[in-house]
């Protein structure tokens, strides 16, 4: 049977077929390895999703923001990534912004109807976008139309807009800046699109935070060295860091962690550069806050 082509994440798949009829080893073991194909899917859209990251990086470097627009599991998955990186890279809520179709409540129920409101997602994006910033649309079918219209809304107002998306032909695939395609192909359970599809756009979505991030400087070799020490398990990582980075005992760098207000690259610098506090500061702000070029410089 054939699929129309706004329908593709509706296709049956033939490896899956017979699945209620498994055993239970054999249904999760045919599910688990079933997400490879995402894995697969996003390796093949590096290069897009490179572009992605460049394009991301310049405008945050000019002062824009990165904003997900999504509904349901798409929209979800944005809010995931969002709410990371204020914990894992320093940065303040406002940077990185998810919005969802039908408003937080969609975050833990369906709201029914709202991913078919366009003028809701012109809306949205015309309340809270600007110029130089980056707008992410995500949709597994690249039709859902709160988020085709998000995008076209952005793109009105010069945001550069990249569209994630299982479907090269889609509109959110053609009428934005930059297309990142993820075909996943057919779904293990037909049409839901919370297994492959939002497998592949949270590696993607992981992906472009977090190359974003070490873009900007908020990454030390493979260290997170600006992550928030707002927990003990935070706190002692941030201590192991100091530790490793800076050559000190642990009640050395218990003592420079204070004084840097927690601050992992801060109290580094301190040591490294045997000066004080907001001598260090200074000096991170003036390379960009590149732990590395202040200590290669």
Known sequence: MSVPDDARTEAVNPRTRGLDELATADLVALLVREQGQAVTAAERAAPALARAVDATVER???????HYFGAGTSGRLGFLDASECPP???????????????????????VEGAEDDAEAGAMCAKAVLR???VAVGISASGRTQYVVAAMRAARG?????????????APLATDVDLPIVVDTGPEPLAGSTRLLAGTAQKLILGALS????????????????DLVASNAKLRRRALRLVERLADVDADRANV????????VKIAVVMARREMDAPAARALLERAGGSLRAVLTT
């Open 256 to 263: 420079l962690l204070t004084n840097a207000e927690g601050s």
């Open 88 to 110: 894992t890279f320093g940065t303040s809520p406002e940077l990185v912004q998810a919005h969802i179709a039908g408003g937080l409540g969609a975050l833990t129920h369906a």
């Open 157 to 169: 107002l010069g945001v550069t807009t990249i569209g994630l998306t299982s479907d090269g032909s």
């Open 131 to 133: 110029s130089n910033d």
């Open 210 to 225: 977090t190359a974003t991030m070490v873009r900007l400087g908020k990454v030390y070799d493979n260290l997170m060295v």
């Open 60 to 66: 945050l470097r000019a002062g824009g923001r990165l």
